[in-house]
């Protein structure tokens, strides 16, 4: 008896309730992602004090190698979450593009190898249709600009769950061959992301589906702080000096400062202040804008730039992620498209990471934050690449060389060394910049 009562007392919930972030009214842990009070968003609210005394340090090392490590500063209860081996992946040393730059303690958290389709949203998505069976949803779905349709899907695919996903019809073949490749019902919509989220809003209203990014956001966010709590760990327990991130909605943003702030209040890792830095494109650069000229209000725009999974024009969590970046000291910037390809190319060639448009942005805000003097050449830096490039090849086509083709004999390999020494010197003119 008092033994099936202290396990049940193990295996409680340390989440309790859905919480305003505007006005802190409170929810049943549902299906719901805006206040009926003041149509704020709503945010899961944990009992740290039960977090605190559940996990050490050691009772997450001996968890999985994956998000699941981090179970209990996540919203479900089940004890087997779907766990398609997302998330630990590498926090890597770049030494190498740090030297380029002039930054000495820099480290690159690669997503683009995360499990199992190649972003980081297969972390936020673990977390969404994880919870969704725990409130008996059957039909998943997600608006997305292309990495989360990958996630959705294929993530759904392996819980057996009915998919029907959302997209902008220009997204990169990549993208889209990647989604359709797990079978769900792909709806291809002439519009950019915000009139395709406008619709997935209604859908959800009149369908009861859990959409992973609209009824299921509150839980669906939370997936991100997990990026926040492995660069921790990664570190040896202790917080970077910098962090810098894309930003979208500003979600994944915002959860990353989440994530380090709750390994501090239950006593994880040592507090002291972290700068966050944030990366938009010049063609969808609401929140750089608005960070820029001081205002603490998104204007929304419409987008038009090669980085597509990051246009979002009117973003849900862009005051959250300016509230940030000031507060902590850290700045927003944009880049061109140019500057893009240029980082997705810097990232490769000195780091051997490919990664997708979104990373090219990252780099080159990052970049463009050390020639401004905006990142300290002491502080620890991390940056956040959070997709592969091999989904977004359209952007660096033309670009880059081309093989040299040869017949199977020596002096035809000789002849064609000798022209790829003389191409060596040119290459950099192939640079869009
Ligand atoms: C979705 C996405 C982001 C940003 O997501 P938000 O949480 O909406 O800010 C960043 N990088 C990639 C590759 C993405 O797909
Ligand atoms: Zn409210």
């Keep these: 008896m008092t033994q099936s009562i202290e396990r049940s007392l193990a295996t409680t919930p340390t989440f309790s309730a859905l919480k305003c972030r505007e006005c802190g009214e409170t929810y049943d842990l549902g299906a719901k992602h805006v206040c009926e009070e003041c149509f704020g968003p709503l945010e899961v609210a944990y009992d740290y004090d039960a977090i605190r005394r559940r996990v050490t340090r050691s009772t997450i090392q001996a968890g999985p190698l994956s998000i699941w490590r981090y179970k209990d500063f996540l919203p479900v209860s089940t004890d087997s979450p779907i766990d398609v081996g997302t998330g630990m992946t590498p926090l890597v040393r770049a030494n190498r593009l740090a030297r380029q730059l002039g930054l000495k303690e820099l480290y690159i958290k690669n997503d683009a190898v995360n499990m199992p389709t190649l972003s980081f949203k297969d972390r936020v998505v673990s977390v969404a249709l994880t919870r969704a069976q725990e409130l008996g949803f059957t039909t998943v779905s ?21 998919c029907c996903v959302f997209i902008p019809s220009d997204l990169e073949a ?46 669906y966010s939370e997936g991100s702080k997990t990026l926040g709590f492995e660069v921790a760990e990664q570190l040896g327990w202790r ?27 239950v006593g994880l890792v ?25 205002r603490d209000f998104v204007t ?42 240029a980082g997705m190319k810097l990232l490769a060639e000195t780091e051997g990471i490919f990664t997708e448009t979104a990373g090219g ?26 997709g592969n490039g091999l989904k977004t090849q359209e952007a660096v086509q033309g670009y880059i060389g081309e093989p040299f083709v040869i017949e199977p004999k020596l002096d035809s390999f000789e002849r064609a060394l000798e022209r790829s020494r003389t191409l060596d010197r040119l290459e950099w003119q192939q640079v869009p910049v």
């Design 142 to 162: 997600c608006a997305s600009t292309g990495n989360l349709a990958n996630s959705t899907a294929a993530i759904a695919a392996h819980a057996g769950l009915d």
């Design 174 to 219: 990549g993208k889209v061959l990647g989604t359709l490749i797990y079978n769900p019902t792909l709806m291809a919509v002439q519009g950019n992301y915000d009139q395709v989220n406008r619709l997935c809003s209604e859908v959800a209203n009149t369908h009861g589906w859990g959409f992973v990014n609209i009824n299921l956001r509150p839980y």
């Design 239 to 265: 917080l970077p000096d910098h962090i810098v991130a894309p930003l979208a909605s500003g979600s994944l943003f915002t959860k990353i400062y989440k994530g380090f702030q709750e390994f501090v209040k």
């Design 270 to 294: 040592d507090d002291k202040p972290v700068r966050f830095s944030g990366a938009q494109a010049e063609g969808c650069s609401p929140i750089a804008q608005a960070f820029k000229e001081g």
């Design 300 to 341: 929304p725009v419409k987008p038009s730039t090669i980085a597509k999974s990051i246009a979002i024009g009117n973003p849900a969590d862009g005051i959250y992620a300016l509230d940030i970046a000031r507060k902590t000291n850290g700045n927003i910037e944009a880049v061109t498209d140019a500057e893009i390809v």
């Design 361 to 386: 942005t990252t780099i080159a805000v990052l970049k463009k934050l050390v020639e401004a003097g905006k990142i300290n050449p002491d502080e620890s830096t991390v940056v956040y690449i959070t």
